[in-house]
């Protein structure tokens, strides 16, 4: 980062920031992380780097979540996955933040709709060849076993199936269901 900051490279320093933020999150460092993420999407704000304020978005989002905060991870995850909608992405980031976002929907007592979600992402994740990113994969698993244990077998079974039908946009709209209203 010091070579970045020599060479007053901003776009450089926010990345830095980021990637530092990447590295406190897989320690388990969550404040860390959210400081140093919220210092990176300062500084894309200031460059109007929109892409960069995406990614900043969606990290804080899973900061959010790791320190139990649902529903300003939702609105960080609501905020990206507009951003990223926007941008065109259709798949890399959007998938990982349904998967966020079904997470919380578990988290805030809403299992069905959690369980459809990881229906659809793990569609979208067979048929884009898109893995899970490293550092979620175990959440993704445990999350997984937990609407399992909720709901039971057949429930569970009957959601995912729904949501493997749905479509990208239903998926959206379903992971934007109460968003607003910390629902």
């Not at 959210?34 to 995406?54: C, P, V």
Request: with cysteine; glycine share 8%.
């Amino acid at each position: 980062m010091t070579r970045f900051q020599d060479l007053e490279d901003k776009r450089g320093i926010a990345e830095a920031l980021n990637n530092l933020g990447n590295l406190a999150f897989v320690q388990g460092d969550y404040e860390r992380a959210r400081a140093l993420y919220t210092e990176s999407l300062a500084l894309r704000q200031k460059l109007g780097y929109t892409w960069g304020i995406a990614v900043s978005l969606h990290n804080l989002g899973w900061s959010a979540l790791e320190q139990g905060d649902s529903i300003r991870a939702a609105q960080l995850f609501s905020e990206s996955l507009t951003v990223f909608r926007e941008l065109g992405d259709k798949y890399v980031h959007i998938i990982d933040l349904l998967e966020g976002l079904a997470r919380v929907a578990e988290v805030q007592g809403h299992p069905q709709r959690a369980a459809r979600l990881c229906g659809v992402v793990a569609v979208l994740r067979n048929t884009t060849d898109i893995t899970t990113i490293p550092r979620y994969r175990d959440t993704y698993e445990r999350l997984i076993a937990t609407l399992r244990t909720q709901l039971g077998e057949a429930a569970f079974a009957a959601a995912w199936d729904a949501g493997q039908a749905m479509t990208l946009e239903q998926a959206i709209g379903e992971a934007l269901v109460g968003i607003a209203d910390g629902q």
